[in-house]
């Protein structure tokens, strides 16, 4: 698949996304599309960025968002699109 083609899907998906509610996903849902999204958009996390601006929401999100910090930004895609994909199939 040509990059052009997972860029395509990627934003298919956050288009899918866009439209889901919040409080319809459960919040370890919620912290994996957005690392997942993070990732996928400005690569892996700065580290020292992340210490700035400390409050508990904040604070899982970048959490989560290192814990998947060694995917690459096409993997990054892929995982988003599966997870986006598994969610609105369960939702129909």
């Given at each position: 698949?040509?990059?052009?083609?997972?860029?395509?899907?990627?934003?298919?998906?956050?288009?899918?996304?866009?439209?889901?509610?919040?409080?319809?996903?459960?919040?370890?849902v919620q912290l994996?599309?957005?690392?997942?999204?993070?990732?996928?958009?400005?690569?892996?996390?700065?580290?020292?960025?992340?210490?700035?601006?400390?409050?508990?929401?904040?604070?899982?999100?970048?959490?989560?968002?290192?814990?998947?910090?060694?995917?690459?930004?096409?993997?990054?895609?892929?995982?988003?699109?599966?997870?986006?994909?598994?969610?609105?199939?369960?939702?129909?």
């Amino acid at each position: 698949m040509s990059e052009k083609e997972l860029d395509i899907r990627f934003q298919e998906a956050v288009e899918i996304a866009s439209k889901m509610t919040q409080s319809s996903l459960p919040q370890d849902v919620q912290l994996r599309l957005y690392a997942y999204y993070k990732q996928a958009t400005f690569g892996t996390i700065d580290y020292n960025q992340a210490s700035s601006n400390f409050d508990l929401r904040n604070a899982f999100k970048t959490n989560a968002w290192m814990q998947i910090s060694h995917l690459s930004i096409d993997e990054a895609k892929e995982l988003y699109i599966e997870a986006i994909h598994a969610i609105a199939k369960e939702k129909k």
